[in-house]
């Protein structure tokens, strides 16, 4: 219901007000203007896509939160058998499946994709072609080393 109430810009300002009330960020920081090259506001949605979206938001703030229970319980039992100050822990992730709509969503905008084209990864990052998602950066060592794959 938040999502849907508060929109992306109201959920941002919520956050950012949470945050320095807990003293993560200073009080002194303000949310950037609006992306220029943002397709879509807020207020311009139709009631449905704004149930869509609200959706999407709440589902990604449930995998987050999963993710973030799953790593504490980790965590908890590596400190509880003796073993969290003797273990390295990596964090690896992905972008996660395609999230293209098929409706012309934001992830289909023309503009943010040729904003992402500029990288060395082609066509985009929303494609699943060997480019997009065969990337690798490792470092040890003997220094960095970076694959692309395609």
């Not at 002194?28 to 090259?37: Q, R």
């Not at 207020?43 to 993710?67: I, N």
């Amino acid at each position: 219901a938040q999502y849907l109430k508060l929109g992306w810009d109201g959920l941002k300002a919520d956050r950012l007000r949470r945050m320095q009330q807990a003293g993560v960020v200073p009080t002194d920081v303000t949310l950037p203007a609006a992306n220029p090259i943002a397709k879509r506001r807020w207020d311009d949605l139709t009631p449905e896509q704004k149930k869509t979206q609200a959706r999407v938001m709440a589902t990604f703030a449930a995998m987050v939160d999963h993710q973030d229970q799953s790593i504490g319980q980790l965590l908890a039992y590596l400190k509880q058998t003796k073993q969290l100050d003797n273990t390295l822990i990596i964090y690896l992730s992905d972008n996660g499946p395609e999230a293209f709509d098929g409706q012309g969503g934001v992830i289909s905008n023309p503009i943010g994709n040729a904003y992402v084209q500029k990288t060395f990864l082609k066509p985009t990052k929303t494609s699943v072609r060997p480019t997009a998602i065969g990337s690798t950066a490792l470092s040890g060592p003997m220094g960095a080393l970076v694959r692309c794959s395609g």
